[in-house]
């Protein structure tokens, strides 16, 4: 989990799970995140789950990552709390167990 956090990258790991109900990268109440050139499978509930924490997150970009398998959605923006100016680019989002994007306004 990134919880109230800033500046931060996660670049080329594997979030592998298949075991536990958990999210694979979870952002929440966080800014100026980039996610990039991650492999994202088979986590037991969402694969990125961007939220917020009372003010949201902020200036998310998540490039080049493949989010596929998740026991839910694919990617989820805006539960609990909106996320803002979140940027999705050459993303590989493929069969999730829910939708493979979900954009929530709350």
Request: net charge negative; aromatic share 2%.
């Amino acid at each position: 989990y990134l919880r109230a956090s800033s500046n931060i990258t996660v670049r080329n790991c594997e979030i592998i799970d298949g075991v536990n109900q958990a999210d694979g990268i979870a952002v929440l109440g966080s800014n100026e995140i980039l996610l990039i050139n991650n492999l994202i499978v088979q986590n037991g509930r969402r694969g990125v789950r961007i939220a917020g924490g009372g003010s949201g997150s902020r200036a998310v970009r998540m490039i080049n990552n493949t989010i596929a398998n998740n026991g839910g959605q694919g990617i989820v923006v805006g539960t609990s709390d909106a996320g803002s100016e979140v940027s999705l680019l050459f993303n590989i989002i493929q069969d999730n167990d829910g939708a493979n994007l979900l954009v929530t306004d709350p």
